[in-house]
């Protein structure tokens, strides 16, 4: 009886100490003067989130809501405080006038017991700053030309097959078949392997990409844990990866490295660059001797970032001009001429994808729209008085949510945002424009280090499909568009289906 009093009693005790961190804990704003939303115990302001809505569309309300109020407000993820920056300026200072003090992003990622996740996307510290050093190179336009003839001809495959589809009189289902050419592009490209996407619905690479993206190894619950607690996640040893994306990936990187070096084959691309970085034990970086788990997380957000980003952005871009056939025939008209002038065989150059300046703009009011990182996330290092507003302070390991999304809806920026208008992309609205109010690639020194190969796969996928077919929308595509909660992309729930007609 006298244990069981005592074992009631420390329970309490715990229960209560519990309560009264929570409730100091979630009274984090409120102490501080910044606007917020009244968080729940346990969800703080999530209480929806993965379940029936996005935490882009979180932070989007959010920022119409308190617009204008204050340079950020604050938000709870479970008991966690995290502010939502709110005007231009301060995002700006942020991402890159104070870039110094933001250098982390603060996402969650273990490299011991997850490697894949050890990655230049999440990585932060010198360790991320060194390793984008050594990646850089394999990103310059040098590189981008000499991979060009590859990104041709995996398009020309592309287009055979969906000429075959259209054969059939088939409505297309354009999301997984962008998808499927995303992933053929990058195999190759990074992998050094054909993947045969194009041709195979059943292919691995797309199916474990795209769940690595969409779908979460852990329940609700157990996110909202790893979410709320990173730290304590991390010792914990906890994994976010589901397991067989872990596998296919770490073992198909794991065999074309080690054929590779078997064989002694070099080549110029991504993967040939990162294996020089792992046998350089003498790279005073720190860097040299990069171990195998560390290669192969660079290789597979590579893999990630170039077959989603790319293909969503063309997906959306197709989706918007099937209803606006005015849109569509002017780009038309701009890639036809275009086309004429390279007098080429395969079809466009290089040099003829920047020479199309509606092209661009049909791309970036894409983004607009439909930015495929819907949020960007930074760590404030060290005590931030928000300039301007002395009143209002980041305190040191702060984490920070820039809400692109939001951003890219605010019809003081963009009127009537959810209207479709390349015109807002025009060469005189972007140069009236700062710089962050558009935020497609991110922006400051860490903006997306794959801007140009994601523009080139963009630019030439879009081109060539308008340049041979006109395209309306099937009534089998589901409208409005009703997007994952789960992922942190753009990633729709329902297929996409065009009708298309040859020229």
């Known amino acids: 009886m006298e244990l069981s009093s005592t074992l009631l009693y420390l329970l309490t005790a715990l229960v209560s100490v519990a309560v009264l961190f929570l409730r100091r804990n979630l009274n984090y704003w409120k102490n501080r003067g910044v606007p917020h939303d009244a968080p729940h115990m346990l969800y703080g302001n999530m209480q929806e989130y993965r379940t029936k809505r996005s935490l882009s569309d979180i932070l989007k309300d959010y920022c119409i809501k308190y617009r204008g109020t204050a340079p950020f407000a604050g938000i709870f993820m479970g008991p966690r405080p995290v502010a939502v920056l709110l005007d231009i300026p301060t995002i700006k200072n942020v991402m890159i006038k104070d870039f ?112 690595s993206i969409e779908v979460q190894r852990h329940n609700h619950l157990i996110m909202a844990f790893i979410d709320s607690f990173p730290k304590l996640a991390r010792a914990l040893g906890m994994r976010i990866l589901p397991e067989d994306v872990h596998q296919f990936f770490t073992k198909t990187i794991k065999d074309t490295v080690e054929y590779r070096e078997k064989h002694k084959i070099e080549r110029n691309d991504f993967l040939n660059i990162l294996i020089e970085l792992k046998n350089n034990k003498e790279d005073k970086s720190g860097l040299g001797g990069l171990t195998f788990e560390e290669l192969a997380a660079q290789v597979f957000v590579f893999f990630l970032g170039g077959f989603e980003t790319s293909s969503s952005t063309v997906t959306f871009a197709l989706y918007e001009m099937a209803q606006n056939q005015e849109i569509q025939e002017r780009l038309r008209q701009e890639v036809t001429e275009t086309l ?133 929308l099937s009534p089998k595509t589901k409208t409005p568009l009703r997007f994952n909660p789960e992922s942190p992309t753009m990633s729709t729930l329902d297929p996409i289906y065009l009708n298309f007609e040859e020229i």
């Open 340 to 472: 004429k002038k390279c007098n080429s065989p395969e079809g466009f150059t290089y040099e003829s994808l920047s020479e199309m300046p509606y092209l661009n703009q049909v791309l970036c009011e894409s983004l607009r729209k439909y930015p495929v990182v819907p949020f960007i996330t930074r760590r404030a290092l060290r005590d931030y008085v928000i300039p301007g507003h002395p009143k209002f302070k980041l305190e040191a390991g702060t984490m920070t949510f820039i809400p692109v999304l939001g951003i890219h809806n605010d019809p003081e920026l963009y009127p009537n945002p959810d209207k479709f208008d390349p015109e807002r992309f025009s060469p005189d609205m972007v140069k009236n424009r700062e710089s962050v109010e558009w935020l497609g690639f991110g922006d400051g020194p860490r903006n997306c280090i794959g801007l140009r190969f994601g523009k080139l796969q963009s630019r030439l996928s879009l081109a060539t499909i308008v340049s041979r077919y006109r395209f309306t």
């Open 100 to 211: 110094a003090n933001f250098t982390d992003r603060g996402m969650y990622y273990n490299e011991k017991e997850d490697p894949l996740t050890g990655h230049l996307f999440f990585m932060d510290g010198q360790k991320w700053r060194s390793m984008r050093n050594k990646v850089s190179p394999a990103f310059t336009s040098g590189k981008m030309k000499f991979m060009y003839p590859t990104v041709l001809s995996v398009i020309s495959d592309f287009m055979a097959v969906l000429h075959e589809n259209v054969q059939k009189g088939a409505q297309v289902e354009i999301r997984d078949l962008l998808g499927r050419l995303g992933t053929e592009i990058i195999g190759r490209v990074a992998f050094g392997i054909e993947c045969n996407s194009l041709k195979n619905n059943e292919d691995e690479f797309t199916r474990l990409g795209r769940k």
